[in-house]
Nanobody, 124 residues
Framework: QVQLVESGGGLVQPGGSLRLSCTAS????????MHWFRQAPGKEREFVAL????????YYADSVKGRFTISRDNAKNTVYLQMNSLKPEDTAVYYC?????????????????WGKGTLVTVSS
């Protein structure tokens, strides 16, 4: 069983920055493909960003490209999402998710484990 715990959410003004963290239990984190999804009020969960097992390959949703950066530290069992130039439409609960086979995917159904989420609110 893998547990994922997100942190770093909060209230930020438009144009501001936040860094989300997601720490995983288990000894094989370095083999997982890690992902961030988000769900805004009244909307479906959507893909945000992914990183492969080594951190050498990343991919972003068009809506966050150039503003968000995903990275990982396998020594700390942690994946990060640096969010800059935040907009009100980025307001959502952000979830990290793991594919334990190392498969990267924008499809939430391909994830094996999920965190409980952290709320990001962008408002003045």
């Amino acid at each position: 069983q893998v547990q994922l715990v997100e942190s770093g959410g909060g209230l930020v003004q438009p144009g501001g920055s936040l860094r989300l963290s997601c720490t995983a239990s288990g000894r094989t984190f370095s083999s997982y493909a890690m992902h961030w999804f988000r769900q805004a009020p009244g909307k479906e969960r959507e893909f945000v960003a992914l990183v492969n097992w080594s951190g050498g390959s990343t991919y972003y949703a068009d809506s966050v490209k150039g503003r968000f950066t995903i990275s990982r530290d396998n020594a700390k069992n942690t994946v990060y999402l640096q969010m800059n130039s935040l907009k009100p439409e980025d307001t959502a609960v952000y979830y990290c998710a793991a594919n334990v086979h190392g498969t990267v995917s924008m499809n939430a159904n391909a994830m094996h484990y999920w965190g409980k989420g952290t709320l990001v609110t962008v408002s003045s």
